[in-house]
């Protein structure tokens, strides 16, 4: 009896160790099964265009997280000398901006009224060359070209006025922003700053001393008008004297 138990027990024993290896083989073919399965949805998401959009954005999250990181060392590294400096630089950048704006608009204002001025002059030597010489419908035509350059060239000089105010408050704040700049150690902006300074006076210089070569040559030409016109009433009184003289000769 003792040995049947004991057969028993064995057989039992054997019977449980035969159902766990039969339950771990299966697990392990379950497993096998699901790998292969999970190995097979891998490929078929390496080839969809929706589930890849999935993994590219599972991979991002895991850069982003690096990223953010690195990022947050960075902002973390950011002083209030460093966030004045660029505060400063952008102030530098804006100047500037204004300055080139206004300086084209000046230039281009003073160019225009150089070019009235020489045009009126040009129509005024014209008409004085040609006194006593042609007919008064040509003498009329000539009157008005100079009047319309002269009314041009007051509205260029309006202007002018006009955009050299501006420009000489973007000259100023350049100035400001450039110290402002040097102060908070953004020396490079500070540099920049006052080289496109220096070159926007440069320009404008050049154009004020055409502009100013244009008054010289209009101030001449009143002159020589003033002249020509002096001159030429004599003429007209030595001419109407003359046929007086003879009309009375003639009646005597």
């Not at 901006?97 to 160019?111: E, I, K, M, N, R």
């Not at 502009?211 to 101030?219: G, H, M, P």
């Amino acid at each position: 009896m003792q040995a049947v138990r004991q057969c028993s027990v064995c057989a039992s024993r054997a019977a449980t160790g035969l159902v766990r290896n039969q339950i771990d083989i299966s697990v392990l073919r379950t497993s096998k099964s699901v790998l292969r399965r999970g190995a097979a949805c891998i490929r078929f998401l390496g080839w969809s265009k929706s589930d890849h959009r999935t993994i590219t954005h599972t991979s991002l999250s895991v850069a982003r997280g690096f990223c953010t990181v690195r990022f947050t060392q960075q902002v973390e590294n950011l002083s209030h000398d460093s966030l004045i400096r660029r505060a400063a630089s952008v102030i530098t950048d804006s100047s500037c901006t204004f300055l080139s704006q206004t300086t084209l608009a000046y230039v281009d204002a003073l160019a225009d009224y150089s070019k009235a001025v020489h045009s009126r002059i040009a129509f005024q030597r014209q008409y004085l060359a040609s006194l006593g010489k042609i007919t008064p419908a040509e003498e009329d035509s000539l009157q008005q070209a100079i009047n319309g350059w002269r009314a041009e060239a007051s509205e260029r000089l309006v202007e002018c006025k006009r955009y050299e105010s501006a420009w000489i408050n973007a000259i100023s704040l350049c100035k400001m922003a450039a110290e402002a700049a040097c102060t908070s150690g953004a020396h490079q902006a500070s540099i920049s700053m006052r080289t496109n300074i220096q070159v926007a006076q440069s320009q404008v210089e050049e154009a004020q001393k055409l502009s100013a070569e244009a008054d010289k040559k209009l101030a001449e030409t009143k002159v020589e008008e003033i002249q020509r016109m002096a001159e030429y009433a004599a003429f007209l009184e030595d001419s109407d004297g003359l046929e007086v003289h003879e009309a009375y000769l003639r009646e005597d």
